[in-house]
């Protein structure tokens, strides 16, 4: 017997199977301001503790997408230590707020499994929830991704496609938001005059900035995550393998995209949840990433008066400015610069 972990292969899952994944977490002032040196995120709430006292917080929450990384780091050396490939993501709810000090764990269940045809792969669907030290629900999300066989002969017992929601409800969404003082929101300070009503949709929004990605800030973030996938450290297995170079990760893009979207989307302070999102190809370091967003909906939540809620599309190119706003060729494919499609729920002032 071996004390070593290989990780699990596809043929190891079974559906409703339960997994508590180590370790846990606690997020320190240290976490938020390596983030911040990987991304540069601006949003007022996040950066200050006296704007978010200003307007209701106890302190400056930590960033939606660093509590984000760190409940999916904790799952990668169970679930996707082996991945081909995540593949998407739905569903994901944002529950409460999340501090500095704050100690974050995961526990996920396997409620899909679907094998492909080449009889070498197999795509995993993971339901999977961070919790603080409290045991409060932070973030809920559910996510699917390719994962290898050990055996090609193995067979899996069980397989279901899971039913997933398109996108969530506005009635679903704002819990890990306080109720707000919008005339204490100083607009001056949070670096955008626009709020919820300025925007309409269908608007798009090129974010006109880009930043082009080091191959150490990457594997600097994916190793701050915890985040153990074999893709995006070894240079000695991947120099060998399709791209012939480590893969960035996935989340990576996301987060520089939605620091990209400031410009643009300056009070759009919260993450709310995420519908879906598509990596549509890898990106590499070196290349720069640029961003543009398409308002699809606007809502006003029940209850509430003092924010409104703004449903995004995000699109994140490499090596390509936003200006004509590129997302798919007249064959329907993803124009060749698209790299990231996500689209997501957010909060801003009223």
């Not at 017992?157 to 005339?183: H, W």
């Not at 308002?295 to 699109?315: F, H, K, N, Q, Y």
Request: aromatic fraction near 10%; charged fraction near 20%.
């Amino acid at each position: 017997m071996t004390k070593t972990n290989s990780g699990n292969f596809f043929e190891d899952f079974r559906i409703g199977q339960v997994i508590r994944h180590a370790t846990p977490r606690t997020v320190t002032e240290g976490d938020v301001a390596l983030y911040t040196a990987l991304y540069g995120p601006r949003f007022a709430v996040q950066s200050s503790d006296a704007f978010a006292r200003s307007i209701g917080y106890p302190r400056a929450p930590i960033d939606d997408l660093l509590v984000f990384h760190v409940v999916f780091g904790k799952t990668v050396p169970d679930v996707s230590l082996n991945a081909v490939a995540n593949l998407g993501y739905a569903g994901c709810r944002f529950l409460a707020p999340v501090y500095p000090g704050d100690t974050l764990s995961t526990v996920s269940e396997v409620i899909g499994l679907k094998e492909n045809s080449n009889g070498k792969t197999g795509v995993v669907y993971v339901r999977s929830t961070g919790y603080n030290q409290h045991g409060d629900e932070v973030l809920d999300y559910v996510r699917w991704v390719m994962v290898r066989k050990a055996d090609e002969k193995a067979g899996v017992p069980d397989q279901k496609v899971p039913e997933l929601p398109a996108a969530l409800t506005p009635e679903q969404i704002g819990s890990a938001v306080p109720m707000i003082d919008t005339e204490a929101y100083d607009a001056v300070l949070a670096g955008s005059p626009h709020r919820f009503h300025d925007y309409r949709a269908g608007e798009r929004i090129d974010h006109v900035d880009g930043m082009t990605v080091e191959e150490a800030e990457h594997m600097l973030a994916t190793r701050l995550w915890q985040n153990t996938a074999k893709v995006h450290f070894n240079q000695w297995t991947e120099g060998q393998g399709r791209f012939g170079r480590r893969l960035i990760y996935g989340g990576h893009v996301i987060s520089l995209a939605r620091a990209l979207s400031f410009n643009g989307l300056g009070n759009a302070f919260h993450v709310a949840a995420i519908n879906g999102g598509r990596h549509v190809a890898p990106l590499f370091a070196g290349l720069t990433v640029f961003a543009w967003s398409e308002v699809l909906d606007t809502a006003e939540l029940s209850g509430r008066d003092d924010v409104g809620a703004l449903r995004i599309r995000t699109v994140a190119t490499k090596d390509r400015p936003c200006t004509d706003l590129p997302l798919k060729l007249e064959n329907g494919d993803y124009d060749p610069a698209v790299i990231l499609d996500l689209d997501y729920w957010v909060l801003l002032p009223r």
